[in-house]
């Protein structure tokens, strides 16, 4: 198994931090390289070790996901045999998971980069823990009976002894991205930026869905302020703030 973890910075997307639309477009992006992909708190998790060769190996896959997914504002990028696996160590910074035995790494890493254990750190600490290899060394019959079994659970499918569920994302029938813009943007280079991220987007459900693209449309949307002067409103219309992709008619896949 080829798992990939892609963290994306907490700056990434400018949406408020109850919106999923920077995940989900990531998600969306991910698909070109395997259906299997996931999402899991605020990472994007994928499958794709049946896929690797399609992509030149696994060292040419890398170099493609890393380079594009940094334009998509992924922070960190990490490898494992699994996708719990991945996911700690992307949050730990460590990118590869197979230099050495997953446990060894694992052991090593904080408590709060498994999902499962946070709930439970201030009073794993008082007994003593501070990385995983110290929650794991417990036993297990006390770690059982004293919290809740989610937490032996994750513990077992992140070291590989316990298998992992998934709800796999949806590829989206149509796409239609959105991206809020970080502050006022005046000048054109901004705005460009904004737009090649989601033509990046654009391109990973293309290639998903094996199609083509006849036209597609970008708008850019103005927020406006109001200001008062003087006892008199003044409506200030700011340069373009929001970023609006949409595509709705791919062409068939040839032949």
Aim: aromatic letters at 6%; proline letters at 7%.
């Amino acid at each position: 198994m080829l798992w990939s973890a892609l963290l994306p910075s907490p700056s990434a997307g400018t949406a408020p931090p109850t919106e999923a639309a920077p995940q989900r477009a990531l998600a969306t992006w991910a698909l070109q390289f395997t259906p299997r992909v996931a999402l899991a708190d605020e990472a994007v998790l994928m499958e794709v070790a049946a896929s690797a060769r399609l992509f030149g190996g696994r060292r040419a896959l890398r170099e493609r996901v890393w380079g594009e997914a940094r334009e998509l504002g992924v922070a960190q990028l990490a490898w494992a045999p699994n996708g719990l696996a991945a996911l700690a160590l992307a949050r730990a910074g460590i990118e590869n998971g197979f230099q050495r035995p997953l446990a060894a790494l694992l052991d090593t890493l904080p408590m709060d980069t498994l999902s499962a254990v946070r709930p439970h750190r201030l009073t794993l600490e008082h007994i003593g823990c501070r990385t995983l290899g110290d929650v794991r060394a417990l036993p297990r019959s006390g770690l059982g009976r004293r919290f809740d079994q989610l937490l032996l659970q994750a513990l077992d499918q992140a070291y590989g002894t316990a298998p992992e569920a998934h709800d796999w994302v949806a590829l989206p029938e149509h796409f239609e991205e959105r991206l809020e813009l970080m502050a006022r943007v005046e000048q054109a280079p901004a705005l460009l930026f904004g737009a090649r991220r989601l033509l990046r987007v654009l391109s990973g459900w293309l290639a998903a869905r094996r199609a083509g693209v006849t036209a597609f449309t970008l708008r850019w949307a103005h927020d406006a302020m109001r200001a008062r002067a003087g006892g008199r409103g003044r409506r200030d219309h700011h340069p373009h703030r929001r970023a609006h992709a949409r595509h709705r008619t791919p062409l068939p896949p040839a032949g």
